[in-house]
């Protein structure tokens, strides 16, 4: 088994070919998945129209042409019904309170029971539609401990629970099939969301009866209970409504009820009302999402009050919503499920077993035992059960993404080290640039090709361990660049550390927290309004914005030191460390897998473009402060 340089060149170029016969056709299924579905939320609208002064019907039918197509409508829980009015809660002490102060004949008949209880929750409700949902649903969960009250005429309905109020507040009830009518008379398909995740059997029987009767185009489960995850899967597949799984927080069983359905999913970005329009070309763009929940201005934005109505600021933000999905590449309608394509265990088999061969140095191993590690790798991704193979890959992804880089690092700096005559600093830096980048862009597709498939796609599943990537990256860059460093007998003795030192050591710790803060969806540290604008302009006038991290500090520090900078100096191993910044960042770029691999493959060619360009611009200011032909700083 050849394991030196040019055994692990063919190792890299096999490697390449097989992951890219799982990353090209995972690609054009993206490509051809091209519609998006544009909702809004029917409460949300009913709640706004009144704010404006129009009835819900008028918002609704004023901002359907704009794009929406969908309403969603989401399970009535009782915490939702009291907040908006729809329902009363009183325990009985209040409500001997208000018999007192108003008296009626339900609260008098109420108060007359022999087993009426202070501290019961009392419901009061004017619809009776509502309260047959609320009688039935709650008899179901609370067996014999909800009692009807009396009622007063028709329209005044009562309950008592022998429950506390703060142990009822989640508790769902269903859709109002009245509503689901509404919606689709003005012209909009049903998107239902349920809320409540600890039904009864009984519960979910009425729910499935609900779904056969609204046959909503997409259902929102919501959080589920293992034990009914597979009954949900399997009635959205017989019904043929898709399910809908919120990008950012996937819920509980989300991921089984996917399985059981055949992969009949949708991803769906929802987030607070915001007027960013640029976030929902992104989210349809490089994250699959194929349904967009737009929530709706409250009040007229800052600077156009008494020029335009609440109304037609809504209608135009749902038109700039619209067109940024458009700008995208995608087409307003029906949204449809990616098709669930699954990984072949031979080509993972073939890519696990290369792995050892193409990013690990075997030469000083016995034949047998490398022989041994690359088939029992590739045998493993053969015989193992299917959630066995899943941490498998993802532990083999982990390795790679935390491992190339390092090796991208050290191949490009070697190279240059080991040249007799440097030749022009710009030179050898661009060189050094684009070599670390093909050999952590290789690691890419083969991280994509570990993990690319369908459950990675809709991020039911994900990478495992970006900040663990991220720090076996820069602990083992750091540590080589002290051993090189520091290599001789008894260093631990000769070796001082100056305070110097100590500082850029405690300011590269910083500069590592920040990158650790900010390496999610979410930042504890803000992120300052500079920046964002800068993100925003690159967003404008790119394909796609190459990350900060990468052209402005990682990429620029690899060339300063593939230039000489810092050789034989105290603060190249910190500069290497910066410079790994640059390789990590690519990396993770791949360890997305939701996100198309063109998108991944774009931003990384303008990273390394726009790195090329500042370490260039660095490089000619070190050359013009230090002389033509000085090498060191």
Not at 320 to 325: C, D, E, K, S, V
Request: include cysteine; charge should be neutral; proline fraction near 4%.
């Amino acid at each position: 088994m050849r394991t030196g340089h040019q055994g692990q060149t063919v190792a890299w170029a096999v490697l390449a070919i097989l992951a890219l016969i799982i990353v090209i056709p995972n690609n054009a299924l993206i490509s051809s998945n091209d519609r998006v579905g544009l909702a809004l939320d029917w409460q949300e609208i009913q709640g706004v129209a009144q704010a404006a002064g129009v009835s819900a019907e008028q918002l609704a039918e004023t901002l359907q042409p704009e794009g929406a197509k969908y309403l969603v409508v989401r399970e009535d829980t009782l915490g939702r019904l009291k907040q908006t009015g729809r329902i009363q809660v009183l325990n009985g002490w209040e409500l001997y309170q208000l018999n007192q102060m108003m008296s009626s004949e339900l609260g008098q008949q109420t108060l007359a029971d022999p087993d009426f209880r202070f501290q019961d929750t009392h419901i009061l409700v004017g619809s009776r539609e509502l309260f047959q949902r609320l009688n039935e649903r709650l008899a179901m969960r609370f067996p014999d401990k909800v009692r009807v009250l009396a009622t007063q005429g028709d329209n005044t309905y009562g309950l008592a629970i022998q429950v506390p109020w703060d142990q009822l507040t989640s508790v769902g009830i269903g859709v109002s099939l009245q509503e689901i009518d509404t919606v689709r008379a003005l012209g909009y398909e049903p998107v239902l969301e349920w809320l409540d995740s600890l039904k009864t059997e009984e519960e979910m029987a009425l729910d499935q009866n609900d779904l056969v009767q609204v046959r909503p185009a997409v259902l929102m489960p919501g959080p589920v209970p293992f034990s009914n995850s597979g009954r949900v899967g399997t009635i959205l597949a017989q019904l043929g409504i898709l399910q809908g799984v919120p990008e950012f927080e996937l819920p509980t069983g989300a991921a089984q009820v996917a399985a059981a359905s055949g992969y009949k999913t949708v991803r769906v970005y929802e987030r607070p009302v915001h007027t960013i329009y640029q976030e929902y070309l992104l989210a349809a763009r490089d994250r699959n999402v194929r349904l967009v929940i737009l929530h709706l201005l409250w009040q007229v934005p800052a600077g156009q009050e008494g020029v335009q109505s609440l109304v037609n600021a809504n209608r135009m933000h749902l038109s700039r919503t619209a067109a940024a999905l458009e700008a995208a590449g995608m087409t307003l309608g029906a949204p449809m499920a990616f098709l669930p394509r699954e990984t072949s265990r031979w080509l993972l088999a073939g890519l696990l077993g290369l792995l050892p061969i193409a990013f690990l140095d075997l030469r000083r191993w016995p034949k047998t035992a490398q022989i041994i590690l690359c088939l029992g790798l590739a045998m493993a991704a053969i015989v193992v059960s299917t959630e066995a193979l899943t941490w498998l890959r993802k532990g083999a992804a982990l390795a790679v993404a935390g491992l190339v880089p390092v090796k991208a690092i050290r191949t490009a700096v070697k190279t240059r080290d080991q040249e007799h005559v440097l030749g022009p600093g710009l030179k050898q830096g661009l060189l050094a640039l684009f070599q670390a980048g093909a050999v952590t862009l290789l690691g890419g597709v083969v991280v994509q090709g570990l993990l690319g498939d369908i459950v990675f796609l809709l991020k039911l599943d994900a990478f495992s361990g970006i900040k663990a990537a991220y720090m076996i990256t820069f602990v083992l860059v750091l540590a080589h660049a002290y051993w090189e460093q520091w290599s001789g007998p008894y260093w631990w003795r000769q070796k001082q550390i100056a305070p110097i030192e100590l500082m850029a050591l405690f300011l590269l710790a910083v500069a590592v927290l920040v990158l650790f803060n900010r390496s999610g969806n979410t930042s504890v540290i803000p992120i300052p309004e500079w920046e964002l604008a800068a993100r925003n302009f690159l967003e404008t006038v790119l394909f796609v914005r190459p990350r900060t991290k990468e052209f402005l500090v990682g990429h620029p520090a690899l060339m300063l030191v593939a230039a000489g900078c810092g050789k034989d100096k105290f603060y190249r191993p910190y500069l290497l460390v910066l410079a790994a910044v640059g390789q990590a960042s690519l990396m993770n770029t791949f360890v997305h897998l939701h996100t198309p691999f063109v998108i991944s493959l774009a931003r990384s060619l303008l990273g390394l473009a726009g790195g090329a360009l500042v370490g260039a611009f660095l490089l000619g200011i070190r050359h013009f402060m230090i002389g033509r032909g000085k090498q060191n700083a």
